[in-house]
């Protein structure tokens, strides 16, 4: 690749792109860049430097520019699958992308749990990486003879094109559901960030839906025509009937007048969607549905993602669900499945969109027997503020606070009851929380492992 960003990451030969972020303006490294064997700078403004500089109005539009202009062509010789939705994209991505290679697809997967193909594994900044390392990536995906990629398509990225110059095969989209409003402000300009995949779907890709949700006439609307999954006996995917257990989930369903029945080792209402929307995808690309089905035995769910432990006499579930949506929907999951008690542990990040925390503290404690309030990422706002907003929703007294997340785990574990269910919500993959400007190692699976190993000797 001929541009960096990052002047740490400069090779000899390499042109410098100076690009102002929101914490770190690549203008002030330029120097380095040069020290470090950058040939060219580009910057937003006239800089003293020893080798050739060019200045334009902006250096974002110009990196999207050419590196669609030079490296498009090359990268869209991969079969590009984007996901979209405020939920399900990860689980959805992953069960795709683990189909495709059990179906001998030669295929990759980019999103929240990072980066992975064959048997290697990175992580990434974000659910949808900027659109440098996306390129990076692509180009080494081609020249490792790499057929497919499955990526994650974030809000964000749709809203600042890091994904500009890719064009996709099939488009899917999950669902829509209140997020990242601190920074769309309203959820219509929210639903326009996810249209903007359509942008990317290339004329006759296919565009798979939940048509459950509302939003997704919307999606269908743009790109006149769609394949519909759901509840409903006049979509392409009928899902007729369902048998969930803690266990395992069976799934009847129809397609095309034709009656299939499959089990998988997903729970919950929410991942019949993601399976059905995998199994969708995959079926679009040409693969037969009694194939899919045969080998659905060999999926599983991604880290954190509905996680389950048996500690305590009872279980311990750890999920990523971090909106009012997906916390709602997690903890009626579990209700419907439930013996005996359901206790929720969740919080809510800082320097987030601050309308769903009450809306959180009141989902958790009306829907769960018990819940334990407790942080997420705070990163520089106050705990205890942010805690302040979730208890404004709050009109139950089913529920204790505690800031420390370790300790609330412990908490959680301790008071478990004989098959109690304890739902820990919120970080589920993440082996970290930011608090201030720092990460430190938190990993909720890790926590009630280590609670086991102190309390369950043999």
């Known amino acids: 690749m001929l541009y960096e960003i990052d002047s740490r990451k400069i090779k000899p030969g390499q042109i410098f792109v100076a690009i102002k972020g929101h914490t770190v303006d690549g203008h002030d490294y330029i120097k380095q860049a040069v ?32 590196l669609a202009e030079k490296y498009a062509e090359k990268v869209n010789k991969l079969k590009i699958i984007g996901i979209t939705g405020t939920n399900g994209k990860t689980t959805t991505a992953y069960l795709t992308y683990q189909l495709l290679n059990i179906l001998n697809e030669n295929c990759a ?17 974000n659910t949808t990486p900027n659109i440098l390392t996306i390129y990076n990536i692509l180009l080494d995906l081609v020249d490792s003879g790499c057929q497919t990629v499955v990526m994650e398509i974030s809000s964000h990225a749709l809203a600042f094109e890091r994904i500009y110059g890719l064009h996709f095969d099939v488009a899917a989209f999950t669902n829509l ?14 639903l326009n960030a996810k249209l903007k995949i359509l942008d990317y779907l290339v004329p006759d890709g296919k ?8 939003a997704s006439q919307k999606f269908i609307d743009k790109f006149h025509k769609g394949i519909r999954l759901g509840f409903n006996s006049n979509y392409d995917y009928y899902i007729k009937n ?27 209402k ?58 709602e929907k997690v903890v009626e999951a579990y209700n419907e499945l439930k013996t005996n008690r359901v206790i929720t542990i969740v919080g809510c990040g800082g320097d ?39 208890l404004k929703g709050v009109t139950t007294d089913n529920y204790e606070v505690e800031l420390d997340r370790r300790t609330a785990i412990k908490k959680g574990i301790e008071m478990l009851e004989p ?10 993959h993440e082996d970290y929380q930011i608090i201030g400007h720092t990460k430190i190692h938190l990993d909720d699976a890790e926590e009630v492992e280590n609670w086991k190993l102190e309390h369950e000797k043999n």
């Open 35 to 66: 020290a470090n064997g950058a040939i060219k700078v580009v910057a937003e403004k006239e800089i003293e430097c020893s080798v050739p500089l060019e200045v334009v109005p902006s250096t974002e539009e110009y990196l999207k520019k050419v």
């Open 109 to 125: 997967y980019l999103g929240t749990l990072g980066f992975k193909y064959q048997n290697k594994e990175d992580e990434t900044d």
């Open 352 to 390: 987030r969109d601050p309308i769903k925390r009450p809306i959180m503290g009141r989902i958790a404690t009306e829907l769960s027997d018990y819940a334990i309030l407790t942080s997420d990422n705070p990163r520089t706002e106050d705990p205890a503020k942010i805690m302040e907003d979730i």
């Open 177 to 190: 559901t209140e997020d990242h409003l601190d920074y769309h402000k309203t959820m219509e300009n929210y």
């Open 207 to 214: 565009l798979i839906v939940n048509g459950d949700d509302e």
């Open 419 to 428: 098959e109690d269910i304890l739902l820990i919500l919120g970080k589920g």
């Open 270 to 327: 929410f991942n019949v969607y993601n399976y059905i929307t995998a199994l969708a995808i995959v079926h679009s690309l040409g693969y037969d549905i009694d194939r899919i089905i045969k080998e659905t035995n060999n999926l599983h769910a991604p880290k954190g993602r509905c996680e389950t432990h048996k500690v305590n006499g009872g279980y311990a579930v750890i999920d990523y669900a971090h909106t009012p949506d997906a916390v």
């Open 242 to 268: 369902t048998k969930i257990t803690p266990a395992e989930t069976t799934i009847d369903f129809v397609y095309d007048n034709k009656d299939y029945q499959v089990t998988t080792n997903l729970t919950s």
